[in-house]
């Protein structure tokens, strides 16, 4: 193992670094993150308060985009030519603490630093996907991206599993919680001046066509929302868990990683991803998402993943000046 050195990035390296970290993806767009610079470090810290709705997988939620940011630091140190070390959950007082990102004195990943050119490219894209499947080569690529940071990702390629999944994505949905739905309806309501995720991010209303229900949710579903059109999704998507071996706060950071370099190794092949999480929001709901395949681990992620038919817009960041607190070194 490299030791860490004592070494200060300039004011544009902490920038460069800030913003792909920035970039990460986050559970309905929340952002619960800051970020310091100190003694040679990046700290990301967990901000639980911007958590999303009120579900039961908040805590899990926030820590899991904390290691994606963390994924997306190393990345960018890797490209400025700084090797980099992480420390997860280093100071046992201070849990909001998710990880420490030391510079060290080797030299740089060069699979991290060919991962930078998708952070800024990277999209959750709830548009609907084209219909042909992933091919295999592609998909090895991604469950080896996720095994290089201690996940394993899950293709749901066989029936009745397949269908299970379905069933639990669509009984979730209908069962959600009225308190999540009005916390939801909050944050996108056009009277919100920043409204969490724009129209252009939603992506389209799902047209009922089917007996089920598409295995998409509507994350505005009942608002009218300006900009929004309706279409059909593809029936079938290729869906996937991530899932770590164990379950707390250390391997929702490990999650939170592998996902994030998967996401970036999906992207370079041209492929979009978004999320099916409802049954991992509802505690009774989430052991069904493992029941055929228990010995994998504990599901933290449900993919949906193909090609897209549109690019929507990067979703909105908070300003630097808001989540880079001051280097204390």
Not at 166 to 178: C, K, N, P, V
Not at 198 to 211: D, I, M, S, T, W
Request: proline fraction near 9%; hydrophobic fraction near 40%.
């Amino acid at each position: 193992m490299q030791h860490t050195v004592h070494a200060m990035l300039n004011t544009s390296e902490q920038l460069v670094v800030a913003a792909a970290a920035a970039a990460a993806p986050s559970v309905f767009n929340t952002q619960p993150w800051s970020f310091v610079f100190a003694d040679g470090a990046f700290e990301v810290r967990a901000d639980p308060d911007r958590a999303s709705m009120p579900t039961a997988s908040a805590a899990r939620d926030v820590r899991l985009s904390c290691g994606a940011a963390v994924f997306n630091a190393r990345v960018a140190l890797a490209r400025l030519g700084h090797g980099s070390e992480v420390s997860v959950l280093p100071d046992a007082a201070d849990p909001l603490l998710v990880a420490r990102v030391a510079l060290t004195g080797g030299k740089p990943d060069p699979a991290l630093d060919g991962l930078y050119r998708w952070v800024g490219s990277r999209r959750t894209n709830r548009y609907p996907f084209r219909p042909e499947a992933i091919p295999a080569g592609v998909l090895a690529r991604l469950h080896d991206a996720a095994r290089r940071e201690g996940a394993t990702l899950r293709l749901l390629d066989a029936e009745p599993e397949y269908q299970r999944m379905l069933t639990s994505i669509r009984r979730a949905t209908w069962t959600e919680d009225e308190a999540v739905r009005d916390d939801r309806d909050a944050r996108l309501s056009s009277r919100t001046d920043t409204p969490a995720i724009p129209a252009g991010n939603l992506g389209p209303v799902p047209r009922r066509e089917l007996p089920d229900d598409p295995p998409v949710r509507d994350m505005a579903e009942g608002l009218a929302l300006p900009g929004r059109a309706s279409a059909s999704f593809e029936p079938h998507p290729d869906l996937a868990v991530l899932e770590t071996a164990d379950d707390d706060p250390a391997a929702w950071i490990t999650a939170g990683q592998g996902l994030q370099r998967l996401l970036l190794e999906a992207t370079g092949h041209g492929i979009a991803a978004s999320f099916a999480n409802q049954p991992l929001e509802d505690a009774e709901l989430r052991p069904e998402v493992s029941d055929g395949a228990a010995h994998y681990g504990c599901p933290q992620m449900v993919l949906r993943m193909g090609y897209a038919t549109t690019q929507p817009p990067a979703s909105p960041r908070r300003p630097l000046n808001e989540v880079v607190g001051s280097a204390r070194g």
